[in-house]
């Protein structure tokens, strides 16, 4: 009978236990319809919410906040590894771009955000090296999902993580990457480098 005790008291430790995961991770979030004084600098609205290393701290932030159809319009949550800014001046991303998809409906832009949380905390990519975060961005007329890596030139790891990342979220239309050298210098000037 003492066995019985013992194994149900090492089973009920082994479940508290947090999951770990491979990294930490930060939720920022970004309402820019808070318009900051006229001159300000990109970025004056952007705040860092939580940083997380268990899948028990995802699953209770996700559950309780973070899903993008809760978001107002011209509202962005990001998520990014720890201690990379979602902002093109981090070191981590100044020479890198992302993969974007856009989405009409909340419920499609909400079930790949998740897909995409979980195949990063998840470390589901072969470059998860190369990545560092991805951003939900609502919009009035059609919500976008960005997936930032760090070396835009490095066109193998690219269209690895652009093809990984579009079997993830089961999305069939093409995607593209852009630079994001290209995207400061000319808003929209040029179309995307890269596409699966």
Excluded at 2 to 27: C, I, M, Y
């Amino acid at each position: 009978m003492a066995d019985v005790g013992l194994e149900s008291t090492a089973e009920t430790v082994e479940q508290k236990q947090p999951h770990r995961l491979e990294r930490k991770w930060t939720f920022w979030f970004d309402n820019q319809s808070k318009q900051p004084k006229q001159g300000a600098a990109w970025g004056t609205t952007l705040r860092k919410v939580y940083t997380f290393d268990t899948v028990e701290q995802f699953w209770c932030l996700y559950d309780q906040i973070f899903r993008p159809s809760k978001l107002l319009a011209n509202a962005d949550f990001h998520c990014f590894k720890a201690g990379i800014e979602p902002k093109w001046e981090d070191p981590e991303c100044a020479n890198g771009g992302k993969w974007t998809v856009t989405s009409s409906r909340k419920a499609g832009l909400d079930a790949m955000w998740l897909e995409t949380l979980m195949a990063l905390i998840g470390e589901q990519f072969d470059e998860s090296d190369e990545i560092c975060g991805v951003v939900a961005s609502v919009r009035q007329r059609q919500d976008k999902l960005a997936l930032w890596t760090k070396t835009a030139t490095n066109e193998a790891a690219q269209m690895s993580i652009g093809r990984k990342w579009k079997e993830i979220i089961d999305f069939t239309d093409r995607i593209t990457y852009s630079f994001h050298d290209d995207s400061r210098r000319e808003k929209s000037a040029r179309g995307g480098r890269y596409s699966v």
